[in-house]
């Protein structure tokens, strides 16, 4: 197996998407951008979207990073607009996408047409959530869009079998559809269930970082293989094994949470950026194989079908955020309203991604070639148009709207208060522990812990405090600064005296381990 291609795959990609952070250029844009003028490049390597791999070995992770990161208690408080899109939203797509695809390509079958729509109708999960943490939107719409991506793809995904199956004479019903939608998202939400408690129980028994993140990185690919093995939804299992965990992540030694954090952020950074990449460099084989379909006929096709499902998200999304509200009284007492400017982003960030790639991609030779090589490629248009289209749109859609801008000064407060009450419960408990004879420390050794503990209580008041004059930093950057540079000429002693063979390597490594865990705390301690 030539390794080379994967290589410059990972290395190009994550190239671009470092270059990206230097651009207003969102990274997803510009690494498809450049996976679309790279591809013709005489000498690159054929990169064709395998189903097989991305659907097992690149969803799970990408779905178990996003879902960690998420907070359980806010997904729960939107669980019904969260729910109207992940389920509501992807059906009706697909039934007006694959209409509207039945009415305009010539000789397209119905049941052909619905495959096209159930393959495009979910947003990306990768997607939305890059955007979102991108622009800073208010935290109620970034919910719901993470919540929409994490969920939907196993609605999609059943709905396209349900199609295929109907479209290649496979002998499918309406009431088998709903049977395999319900075995799909009940076995999978069961499925999560099962497992989250005992990978749980065994991450906070497992004495070694190293094996706790190993299990971490097992984890999503256990719950999507479990699921899928009994037909499930492997999606939904990842998803709700991910909420738990993530929930539950301070049970998690200090050790292990560090390496985790370091670790998934590699691993999402790196699968992010060569999804986005494959999906440029898929032109060149969704063109070869488009047959039939070609020239202006083809462009229009794209087109009408990239409009359709623009405008198709508007039609749902505008009376599902307000209806509910008109027709019940509960809804009105228990959430917020919702303003027109939340349901236009909502409607406006519904960009596609790898995922309908991939279904396309996986449609079986059963179907015709004619039909199947047109889906792929209106698949591929669709998806390079929504991101394109709205996801150079977005940011200056979100900035001409003007949201409230997020109140930091009362979110320092809300922190400060809350350390506060930390370390009163702290400070108490340590004199609780000194009163103990066998707990007894020399006078120096207690009053660190103390003043340890005050610095961690003053540090977030110290945020609200004045700049100063002359650097123009906050007390909070001069404390940060003047650790790091105490901390980097300990660092020059060590190296130092390992160079005059004072100490061996292995003691190095301790020592700046030490320190750097030091300026890892001090880092984190001045926020």
Do not use: C
């Amino acid at each position: 197996m030539d390794v080379m291609p994967l290589l410059l795959l990972v290395a190009g990609s994550a190239a671009v998407a470092a270059a990206a952070r230097r651009t207003p250029a969102p990274a997803p844009l510009l690494l498809v951008a450049v996976g679309l003028a790279v591809s013709y490049i005489p000498g690159v390597p054929s990169y064709t979207l395998d189903p097989h791999v991305v659907l097992p070995l690149l969803l799970p992770p990408l779905l178990y990073t996003s879902a960690s990161d998420s907070s359980y208690l806010d997904l729960r408080a939107q669980l019904r607009p969260v729910a109207l899109l992940s389920v509501g939203y992807v059906l009706f797509a697909t039934l007006v996408v694959g209409w509207a695809a039945y009415l305009i390509v010539p000789g397209l079958s119905l049941p052909a047409a619905l495959v096209l729509g159930a393959v495009v109708a979910p947003p990306d999960a990768v997607a939305a959530t890059a955007v979102a943490r991108r622009v800073g939107l208010p935290s109620r719409i970034t919910t719901i869009l993470q919540g929409e991506s994490l969920l939907n793809d196993a609605t999609a995904i059943t709905a396209y079998k349900v199609a295929l199956g109907a479209a290649v004479g496979a002998g499918a019903t309406w009431a088998g559809g709903i049977g395999e939608f319900a075995l799909a998202a009940v076995g999978g939400v069961g499925i999560g269930l099962v497992l989250m408690a005992p990978l749980h129980w065994l991450r906070t028994h497992l004495a070694e970082p190293l094996l706790q993140n190993t299990l971490s990185l097992l984890i999503p690919f256990v719950a999507y293989g479990v699921a899928e093995g009994v037909h499930a939804s492997g999606v939904l299992a990842v998803v709700v094994v991910a909420l738990y965990l993530g929930h539950r992540a301070w049970e998690v030694d200090f050790a292990t949470r560090l390496q985790e954090e370091a670790v998934w952020k590699m691993v999402a950074f790196v699968l992010e950026s060569a999804v986005f990449a494959l999906i440029g460099l898929q032109l060149p084989i969704v063109l070869k194989r488009l047959g039939e379909y070609e020239g202006a006929s083809a462009a229009w096709y794209a087109v009408a079908v990239f409009l359709v499902v623009v405008a198709a998200r508007f039609a749902w999304v505008y009376p599902a955020t307000f209806l509910p509200r008109l027709l019940s009284a509960r809804i009105r007492e228990r959430e917020p309203d919702p303003t027109w400017r939340g349901a236009m982003v909502i409607s406006w960030a519904g960009m596609r991604g790898v995922v309908s790639l991939a279904i396309a991609f996986a449609i079986p030779s059963a179907m015709a070639d004619g039909p199947r090589n047109l889906i792929l490629f209106l698949t591929f248009t669709t998806v390079i148009g929504t991101l394109v289209v709205q996801g150079v749109t977005l940011p200056p859609l979100i900035r001409l709207l003007k949201f409230p801008a997020r109140d930091r000064q009362a979110e320092t407060l809300a922190e400060a208060n809350a350390q506060a009450q930390a370390s009163r419960a702290a400070e108490a408990r340590l004199d609780e522990l000194l009163s103990d004879e066998r707990n007894a420390l020399p006078p120096p050794l207690a009053d660190r812990l103390r003043t340890v503990l005050e610095r961690r209580r003053n540090a977030v008041w110290e945020r609200l405090g004045q700049v100063n004059p002359v650097t123009g930093e906050s007390v909070d950057d001069t404390y940060r600064r003047l650790s790091r540079e105490m901390i980097s000429a300990e660092r020059e002693v060590f190296v130092r005296l390992r160079d005059h063979r004072y100490i061996d390597d292995e003691m190095l490594r301790a020592l700046l381990r030490r320190l750097d865990l030091e300026e890892a705390a001090a880092f984190r301690e001045a926020g």
